[in-house]
């Protein structure tokens, strides 16, 4: 267990529709970070956290967005789904204090779009 | 930002074999190389990484190596067994930056 957890695990939903996940990260990390994994692709950034304000932003759709709360969970909210949204949601978090630490992953959120 | 490569895409060997994975980045003042394993259908874990201070790192089969001159560095995996089969990732790191990872080696130890 890395002790990062998501919820749910699994998540049905049609097109169109809009759903969240949630991440609860490390007690004590400050840094939440999303990554969506399509079938037998790699982890592709969405966007990062730190103490509650983003701090970094990769390739993420307009349609997607997220927020840390003051509890340092984070959410991400995905609108609109369409079919290739279909993928495995990860959420990771690490310390990041005065040097960089380990990165540790959830167990994911498959969402699979019908 | 930071770009991360990675090769190769898949690698077969036999057990017993070693493999090396390598990785080249593109920022110059990243400081930390983390190489993280991810079993079908699980999450990513770390299994070494390593920081730009230090040349080399060792843990039992698994080490990694870093030229900061050359901008790459490499997973070295001896003695491999089945159990090694998974995707690997490779990620480069500025302090203060996002973790980005490299596209992914599947391994493929044959018995």
């Known amino acids: 267990d890395s002790g990062v957890t998501q919820t749910p695990k699994h998540l049905i939903t049609a097109t169109g529709q809009r759903v969240t996940l949630r991440c609860s990260p490390r007690s004590g990390d400050l840094s939440v970070y999303w990554y969506q994994q399509s079938l037998d692709q790699g982890l592709q950034f969405l966007i990062q956290y730190y103490n509650g304000e983003e701090r970094a932003k990769g390739n993420i759709l307009e349609r997607f967005s997220a927020q840390q709360f003051p509890d340092l969970h984070s959410e991400l909210n995905l609108s609109s789904l369409e079919l290739g949204d279909s993928a495995l949601y990860f959420c990771?978090?690490?310390?990041?204090?005065?040097?960089?630490?380990?990165?540790?992953f959830g167990q994911g959120t498959r969402l699979t779009v019908v | 930002g930071e770009n991360v490569e990675q090769h190769p895409s898949t690698l077969s060997v036999q057990e017993g074999d070693s493999a090396v994975i390598k990785c080249t980045y593109s920022?110059?003042?990243?400081?930390?190389f983390p190489w993280y394993k991810q079993e079908l259908g699980k999450r990513p874990q770390l299994i070494i990484d390593i920081r730009s201070n230090v040349g080399e790192k060792k843990d039992q089969r698994i080490a990694v190596t870093l030229n900061k001159t050359a901008k790459h560095f490499s997973l070295h995996i001896t003695e491999t067994q089945p159990e090694d089969s998974a995707v690997y990732f490779c990620a480069a790191i500025l302090y203060g930056q996002n973790f980005v990872f490299g596209p992914g080696t599947r391994l493929s130890v044959l018995p």
């Open positions: 990771a978090s690490s310390a990041q204090g005065q040097e960089w630490t380990e990165a540790f």
């Open positions: 920022d110059s003042a990243s400081n930390y």
